[in-house]
């Protein structure tokens, strides 16, 4: 089968926003994307059926250091791969577990050789390498599998993330060594993207970014931010980043974040994004929509009758009222965080597929300066 492709299609005239197509054996994904995340194979709270008709998702992301734990990759390989596993037949991506390893800082021990960490589930010890995770994510069959690396806090000294960004370099060697020596499972093409750390330091961030670029590899990504710095330096070490990558490959921004943080890094570049913000969030009573921000806990909504967002295309958005969806959360009814959540995810897509049309038309930058304190206004 093909390798992943990516055609540029346009980039708008005013800012850096950029529309294209990837193209993977289980599809074609639009970019500007949002990926919804299915940690452990399934998004929080809702069916393969909910996340195709209703959110509308074109790709789904998978946790290594979740799935590697728990069902484990023996299971995986038994049931053909996650495809099969859970039935979404779109394309998956895996992260390589670094994220989840950076955040048990007080059960992991890094080292050259990897990671000695300890399983949140029961205390067991494992040890993640830069080989191992390609082929724990060959064995669940991510279509774009990520390269191991050391996602370092915020703020780091310059000289730990220098140290950090270094191994993480030597680490993506590995990866892609290990990655090259071993065929793709299932019968169908799987990608490597490598990943850009250097924290919050101007030089580091663009030694890492020419690095990366360097291993020519089929899409990039960048790591290490929306780990607890300001949102501006979040954007100044995004543009950073994105101007020493090529243009003719997909740029993957790790983890961010709210709407109005996905807008402006649209404007700076990024085509792909990923975050637990809209299952989470609506999971505890707030909902993004096309006309601000909803904390449906508040009494306010008590009589609202009105649909949850008649602004987007999802059936449950202009089906269900806020004073339904309140008295469900209130109630701890679980069908108020399914319904919570697929509404979040659905305006997620509806707003990066708004953000994709906007700049084939060529009104990007006006639409977008429009919609930010819209979406940051609270209801």
């Not at 030089?203 to 300001?230: H, M, W, Y």
């Not at 509404?343 to 990007?364: M, Q």
Request: aromatic share 10%; charged share 20%; with cysteine.
């Amino acid at each position: 089968m093909a390798a992943l492709q990516f055609q540029l299609q346009y980039t708008d005239t005013q800012s850096k926003a950029r529309a294209g197509e990837i193209t993977t054996d289980h599809g074609t994904i639009q970019t500007p994307i949002f990926m919804p995340v299915g940690t452990v194979g399934s998004v929080k709270s809702l069916t393969v059926e909910q996340l195709k008709r209703e959110v509308k998702a074109e790709i789904i992301l998978g946790n290594t250091y979740h799935l590697y734990l728990r069902p484990g990759t023996d299971v995986l390989e038994a049931a053909g791969g996650l495809h099969k596993f859970n039935g979404w037949d779109k394309p998956i991506l895996t992260d390589s577990g670094g994220y989840q390893v950076f955040s048990l800082a007080g059960n992991r021990k890094i080292k050259e050789e990897g990671v000695v960490f300890q399983s949140h589930i029961d205390g067991s010890k494992h040890l993640f390498t830069p080989e191992n995770v390609m082929d724990v994510q060959r064995s669940i069959g991510a279509d774009i599998v990520m390269a191991f690396d050391e996602c370092p806090p915020y703020p780091s000294d310059y000289k730990y993330a220098h140290k950090s960004m270094e191994l993480t370099h030597r680490w993506l060697d590995r990866c892609i060594k290990h990655f090259a020596s071993t065929p793709d499972k299932y019968g169908y093409t799987q990608n490597l993207f490598p990943i850009i750390q250097g924290s919050t330091y101007k030089d580091l961030r663009k030694a890492s970014s020419q690095f990366v670029a360097n291993t020519n590899l089929t899409g990039c990504a960048i790591g290490g931010l929306s780990v607890g710095e300001p949102e501006e330096m979040m954007y100044e070490f995004t543009e950073l980043c994105c101007d020493e990558l090529p243009t003719q490959k997909p740029r993957y921004l790790m983890g961010v974040g709210t709407p109005w943080n996905i807008l402006e890094c649209i404007a700076l570049g990024v085509d792909m994004f990923d975050c637990v913000m809209p299952t989470r969030n609506g999971r505890n009573a707030m909902l993004f929509t096309s006309k601000g921000v909803i904390n449906i806990d508040n009494k306010k909504w008590e009589k609202d009758f009105s649909p949850l967002d008649d602004g987007i295309d999802c059936h449950i958005s202009n089906y269900y009222s806020k004073a339904y969806l309140r008295h469900l959360i209130k109630a701890k009814e679980i069908t108020g965080l399914t319904l919570a959540s697929v509404h979040n995810l659905a305006f997620y897509l509806w707003l990066v597929k708004e953000a994709r049309k906007h700049i084939l038309a060529g009104d990007f930058t006006g639409w977008k300066n429009e919609m930010v304190p819209v979406l940051k206004t609270r209801l």
